[in-house]
């Protein structure tokens, strides 16, 4: 655990920062590649992810912001404090806002939804693994404590002061097991990309991911211990309800996508 990777003067480098910009980056080049390769206009899909960047980072923050608004709206000054520009944020906003922008850009620019959809797939899936490594690093997002042989114990007090992670205690290290079922989310879309049943049916990638990922943060959310989530009745969070709902929409893309015509298979990345 390294919340800070060095100082500069009087200028903070975050390892959470580094690493989810290296996640970002990552993502954009292997999703142009992955255009290219499916006959898609690569620098209107570059373009694309930038917007969707934007817009996901505010979703996130907003998000984040709506589950502490009563915090927020006792202290309006702190909207704009260094904490709260710190936060990770949360990924459903990020991945709502990140959504909408992307189909609102996708009809202007008359790109064809699905297949942009299923080249993003499974670099969005690396992308947040390596996000999850970020948020390993600065201690968010912990899970709680735990007597398993995979419990770690933070031990920074300057990310107990950001974050409030708890100190001294093992955890479960919920971000690793994200990262880790992530990167075999990655995997996993990878090789359907090279299956043709799979390939020929825009929207299977994009269903897949939506399916593989409502199950990891669904599971995930039961070893998650870090406060403000919102939990709904019968000690589910908002975010396992999320996820049903992705696995859903996920199986009815899937599904649907069976009576459409065959498009013409990409290539491998």
Known sequence: MYPVLFQFGGITVHSYGVLVAAGILLGLWLSRRRAAQMGLEADRVWSLGIYMILAGLAGAKLWYMAESAGYYLENP???????????????????LGALITGVLYM???????????????????????????????????????????????????????????????????????????????????????????????????????????????????????????????GGFSLMQAVSVGLILVGVTLWLRSAARPKAVAPGRV
């Not at 709260?84 to 949360?90: F, S």
């Not at 080249?119 to 997002?141: D, I, K, Q, T, W």
């Open 77 to 95: 000054a702190q909207i704009f404090s260094v904490n709260t520009l710190q936060a990770a944020g949360v990924f459903y906003g990020g991945f």
């Open 107 to 233: 009809r202007w620019a008359g790109l064809p939804a699905l297949r942009v959809l299923d080249a993003y797939s499974a670099p969005v899936a690396l992308g947040h693994a390596m996000g999850r490594l970020g948020c390993f690093s600065a201690g968010c997002c912990y899970g709680r404590m735990t007597d398993g042989p995979l419990g770690v114990t933070f031990h920074s007090e300057y990310a107990a002061s950001v974050v409030g992670v708890p100190l001294g205690a093992p955890l479960h290290p919920t971000q690793l097991y994200e990262a880790a079922a992530e990167m075999v989310n990655f995997a996993v879309l990878v090789w359907l990309g090279t299956r043709p049943a799979v390939a020929a049916r825009p929207g299977r990638l994009f269903a897949a991911y939506l399916v593989i990922y409502g199950i990891i943060r669904g599971a995930n959310e039961f070893f998650r211990g870090d406060p403000g989530r919102t939990m709904l009745p």
